[in-house]
Antibody, heavy 119, light 110 residues
Framework: QVQLQESGPGLVKPSETLSLTCSVS?????????WGWIRQPPGKALEWIGS???????YHNPSLRSRVTISEDTSKNRFSLNLRSLAAADTAVYYC????????????WGQGILVTVSS | QSALTQPASVSGSPGQSITISCTGT?????????VSWYQHHPGKGPKFMIY???KRPAGVSNRFSGSKSGNTASLTISGLQAEDEADYYC??????????FGTGTKVTVL
């Protein structure tokens, strides 16, 4: 059974950088599939942030591309999200999931982590 | 890239059927047969319910079915049950290796 778990700070300050990690169990991220990040601001829709494939292919939401870095650590079977220049509008529940590439769907999700951007 | 449009809420009585619409454009829903649906109970990760418009992953009840006509995809839940009460989101491939989600629909079982 594939399981994903997000970790990171629950509170970050405006203008700072958010760093989140998604730890994966039950499947090696270097084996295949894309691995992605999705967020949901309070009361709003889900928003795809980007997805990564082992080997270097990374897809981004054009609206966030300039502020986003997605990377992998295959030795620990996890992948990460860095989101720069934070603003209050980045307050959201952040989810990691498997998918967002050639499968065109997201089949396994983490439980999500609430990140609040506030001074 | 605008969010796909879903009704804010849909309700039905146990045993009834309900349909949730997901309206996009000719650049996403209307062009690609890559619409997926997710069930989301608060506090949990979304659950994958439908892919490629109408295909069900293993383990998903056949009470859930998907379809598409033009720029609008639909999720139908038949034989509505109390456990189906949740938020539902559609998602479409939008070209250029990007994805767009719907605005979400709250399903209430009366």
């Amino acid at each position: 059974q594939v399981q994903l778990q997000e970790s990171g700070p629950g509170l970050v300050k405006p203008s700072e950088t958010l760093s989140l990690t998604c730890s994966v169990s039950g499947y090696s991220i270097s084996t295949g599939f894309f691995w992605g990040w999705i967020r949901q601001p309070p009361g709003k829709a889900l928003e795809w942030i980007g997805s990564l494939h082992h080997g270097g292919t990374i897809y981004h939401n054009p609206s966030l591309r300039s502020r986003v870095t997605i990377s992998e650590d295959t030795s620990k079977n996890r992948f990460s999200l860095n989101l720069r220049s934070l603003a209050a509008a980045d307050t959201a529940v952040y989810y990691c999931a498997r998918g967002g590439g050639y499968t065109n769907f997201f089949d396994y999700w983490g439980q999500g982590i609430l990140v609040t951007v506030s001074s | 890239q605008s969010a796909l449009t879903q009704p804010a809420s849909v309700s039905g009585s146990p045993g009834q059927s309900i349909t949730i619409s997901c309206t996009g454009t000719s650049s996403d829903v209307g062009y690609y047969n890559s619409v997926s649906w997710y069930q989301h109970h608060p506090g949990k990760g979304p659950k994958f319910m439908i892919y490629d418009v109408s295909k069900r992953p293993a383990g998903v009840s056949n009470r859930f079915s998907g379809s598409k006509s033009g720029n609008t995809a639909s999720l139908t839940i038949s034989g509505l049950q109390a456990e189906d009460e949740a938020d539902y989101y559609c998602c479409s491939y939008a070209g250029s290796s990007t994805f767009v989600f719907g605005t979400g629909t709250k399903v209430t079982v009366l």
